[in-house]
């Protein structure tokens, strides 16, 4: 995976790119030691990944849902910088038309079996190239190469802008509810934590409101713990009162519902 991480990353360097955004479905674990483990390879021109512009691993958003929280938070590409609306799937959105490479190959030899299927990806890739980008020869003299944006680009392209301008003007009506110094004080928390993750992270749930950033802005007395197990007598307490008399209790009771929800919630 080093070899070929770097033999698509040297070139791109070199073409001036110094903003790079890696998803893997393991980068989690991909990116312990990648630079000492970069360093180590004689073959490798030497890189410095901490002298780029933006340098980040991540993990495709449908494989981040097995992974634990603490991968929720630090290599979700929905808090991503510049993600804008990538998935981090597209090398494998050609599975679903393999299916019919089953059929097709499951009486050839080995041989043949893989030269099929590298004709069939081959293909692909090609595909999904020119819906990238599409190559046009200029009919005008003097005949020049021109490139404009493939159909798949474009139409994703389209779908950013609408949906960029809808998210600004509901994140400008979310801020517009706060106090300047409540704003101010998530902007540079996460700031903060883009440049250095050891920062508190500001996309990391509350645990019972002692988040020093929640006590900070939000309120200036800490607000009384509240555990689980007392929760729950509340509850059950607050039903023996409501369901006092004649009256049959219903089936679940609010208590239980909420209890349920939160035994999801947990799961997930």
């Avoid at 960029?164 to 928390?189: C, F, H, I, P």
Wanted: aromatic share 12%; glycine share 6%.
């Amino acid at each position: 995976m080093d070899a070929a991480l770097w033999s698509t990353l040297i070139p791109s360097l070199k073409a001036g790119i110094t903003r790079v955004l890696l998803s893997y479905d393991i980068g989690c674990q991909f990116y312990k030691n990648l630079q000492a483990r970069l360093d180590s390879y004689a073959e490798f021109p030497h890189l410095l990944l901490a002298d780029l512009e933006f340098w980040k691993v991540v993990v495709p958003k449908f494989h981040l849902y097995g992974h634990g929280t603490e991968c929720h938070v630090l290599f979700n590409l929905t808090y991503t910088k510049w993600a804008g609306r990538m998935d981090g799937e597209r090398i494998e959105g050609g599975w679903a038309q393999t299916i019919g490479m089953a059929t097709w190959t499951r009486e050839s030899g080995p041989f043949a079996r893989r030269n099929i299927l590298d004709n069939h990806w081959n293909a692909y890739n090609w595909s999904k190239l020119l819906g990238l980008r599409k190559f046009r020869p200029s009919p005008i003299p003097p005949v020049t190469n021109a490139f404009h944006s493939g159909k798949f680009l474009d139409k994703n392209l389209q779908r950013s802008l609408a949906w960029s301008k809808t998210q600004r003007e509901l994140a400008t009506l979310l801020s517009a509810s706060y106090s300047d110094e409540t704003v101010d004080g998530w902007r540079k928390m996460r700031d903060e934590f883009d440049l250095d993750q050891s920062k508190p992270n500001p996309y990391e749930e509350v645990d019972n409101c002692k988040s020093p950033f929640y006590l900070n802005v939000f309120s200036p007395n800490q607000p009384p713990d509240v555990t689980m197990a007392q929760l729950k007598l509340e509850l059950l307490k607050e039903e023996a009162r409501d369901f006092v008399g004649p009256r049959l209790p219903p089936k679940v009771s609010p208590g239980a519902f909420f209890k349920k929800v939160i035994e999801i919630e947990d799961r997930r």
